[in-house]
T-cell receptor, first 111, second 119 residues
Framework: SQQGEEDPQALSIQEGENATMNCSYKTSINNLQWYRQNSGRGLVHLILIRSNEREKHSGRLRVTLDTSKKSSSLLITASRAADTASYFCATVHQAGTALIFGKGTTLSVSS | GAGVSQSPSNKVTEKGKDVELRCDPISGHTALYWYRQSLGQGLEFLIYFQGNSAPDKSGLPSDRFSAERTGGSVSTLTIQRTQQEDSAVYLC?????????????????FGPGTRLTVL
């Protein structure tokens, strides 16, 4: 069964705009990760935030984590056409090993 | 160094045939994972190998699915008597996670996947 649920399922924006994607999960976690997938193939790791962290930045990416609400958000600032992809959140349970993925948000950035 | 590689990139087979999918993890990574991605089910965990420990097979959907990891490196996922619902992209990932290290970061590096189509 899937742990995370992303919202929205699809997002279309113009280049230069910011894109925000949200993820909710069900059980206690060790960390939460965001991945990007182009063209339905390999996943690329973007950023990891640990359960004791609240916010993390990496380049144009900003991730927040609210463990009380069991939710996370990924913000991509100043989006580019190359950011067009599917974005997945994934969690690692406190007693788990494998990643449990959400269903993903499909982002389309038009120039 | 090279990333995770998988072969073949595409596989078309007939219902009832057996298939083998291969994964070469990043050198030195002790943890290896298999996932599959299908339209209806999204990304699902299948099996996890950690060093010489017994694998975590809790995600395998049926006994037609099996996997092995020889010499702690290359892994093969075998699907026997394939069914149409086995059609999916099979993804392999590896990480440097060590056994029992639940508090560590666990960035998993994914291969490009094998697209399996069962006719």
């Amino acid at each position: 069964s899937q742990q995370g649920e992303e919202d929205p399922q699809a997002l279309s924006i113009q280049e230069g705009e910011n894109a925000t994607m949200n993820c909710s999960y069900k059980t206690s976690i060790n960390n939460l990760q965001w991945y990007r997938q182009n063209s339905g193939r390999g996943l690329v790791h973007l950023i990891l935030i640990r359960s004791n962290e609240r916010e993390k930045h990496s380049g144009r990416l900003r991730v927040t984590l609210d463990t009380s609400k069991k939710s996370s958000s990924l913000l991509i600032t100043a989006s580019r056409a190359a950011d067009t992809a599917s974005y997945f959140c994934a969690t690692v349970h406190q007693a788990g090993t494998a990643l449990i993925f959400g269903k993903g948000t499909t982002l389309s950035v038009s120039s | 160094g090279a990333g995770v590689s998988q072969s073949p990139s595409n596989k078309v087979t007939e219902k009832g045939k057996d298939v083998e999918l291969r994964c070469d993890p990043i050198s030195g990574h002790t943890a290896l994972y298999w996932y599959r991605q299908s339209l209806g089910q999204g990304l699902e965990f299948l099996i996890y190998f950690q060093g010489n420990s017994a694998p975590d097979k809790s995600g395998l959907p049926s006994d037609r699915f099996s996997a092995e990891r020889t010499g702690g490196s290359v892994s093969t996922l075998t699907i026997q008597r394939t069914q149409q619902e086995d059609s999916a992209v099979y993804l392999c990932a590896s990480s440097s996670r060590t056994s029992g290290d639940y508090s560590s970061t666990d960035t998993q590096y994914f291969g490009p996947g094998t697209r399996l189509t069962v006719l």
